[in-house]
């Protein structure tokens, strides 16, 4: 398997521009997370599903933020519109939920840049 | 509710030396615990986690954790820190039931030759 893949690795844009981040998760996976890291923060958990619906989204800053799962093998994650502060990297992270201590297997990331 | 709270954000050892990296949970239920680390530039690697078979867990690269229900603790420590383990140390938490996992603030570990 290719891991959990993100993309796009690098994304710059401009304020008050829609962006989008995507994940693949791992097959077979049951739970998808998306994280938001800054040095001020540290990491973030924005969001997270179990097949494919949404859990969890008391982490998700503001309404301008969404994220969707249409199916077990993709996940967005849009700002709209984005903001400076916004810039950050995102994570997405897989696991199975088959027990509460399986590890969560993350994507490399995307580096957001909001000039 | 579910918090995790690493006490030092900065952490700076030499070579050889012991490395102790703190981490207090806060849950309802004993949460599942786990230790990552990032290295600069890299994405994040599990270093170990608590299955509640034992209460010391061995990881990778010589680093082990005990938890201590007690004191609330999962402390990672390493009997001799190496100039490769200098990286960012995150200390996870995930509730029962929902799978909320939660990351601490993080502890970087500086390593001086």
């Known amino acids: 398997d290719a891991g959990v893949i993100q993309s796009p690795r690098h994304e710059v844009t401009e304020m008050g521009q829609e962006v989008t981040l995507r994940c693949k998760p791992i097959?077979?996976?049951?739970?998808l997370f998306w994280y938001r890291q800054t040095m001020m923060r540290g990491l973030e958990l924005l969001i997270y599903?179990?097949?494919?619906?949404?859990?969890?989204d008391s982490g998700m800053p503001e309404d301008r933020f969404s994220a969707k799962m249409p199916n077990a093998s993709f996940s967005t994650l849009k700002i709209q519109p984005s903001e400076p502060r916004d810039s950050a990297v995102y994570f997405c992270?897989?696991?199975?939920?088959?027990?509460?201590?399986?590890?969560?297997?993350f994507g490399s990331g995307t580096q957001l840049s909001v000039l | 509710a579910q918090s995790v709270t690493q006490l030092d954000s900065h952490v700076s050892v030499s070579e050889g030396t012991p490395v102790l990296l703190r981490c207090n949970y806060s849950?309802?239920?004993?949460?599942?615990l786990f230790w990552y680390v990032q290295h600069p530039n890299k994405g994040l690697q599990l270093l170990l986690k608590?299955?509640?078979?034992?209460?010391l867990v061995k990881g990778i690269n010589g680093f082990e954790a005990e938890f201590k229900k007690s004191e609330t603790s999962f402390h990672l420590t390493k009997p001799s820190a190496h100039m490769s383990d200098a990286a960012e140390y995150f200390c996870?938490?995930?509730?029962?039931?929902?799978?909320?996992?939660?990351f601490g603030a993080g502890t970087r570990l500086f390593v001086k030759a």
């Open positions: 992270a897989s696991t199975l939920g088959a027990a509460t201590n399986e590890k969560l297997f």
């Open positions: 097959s077979g996976h049951d739970y």
């Open positions: 599903f179990n097949n494919n619906v949404p859990i969890d």
């Open positions: 849950s309802s239920y004993s949460p599942s």
């Open positions: 608590y299955t509640s078979a034992a209460t």
């Open positions: 996870v938490s995930r509730g029962w039931g929902g799978f909320k996992t939660i």
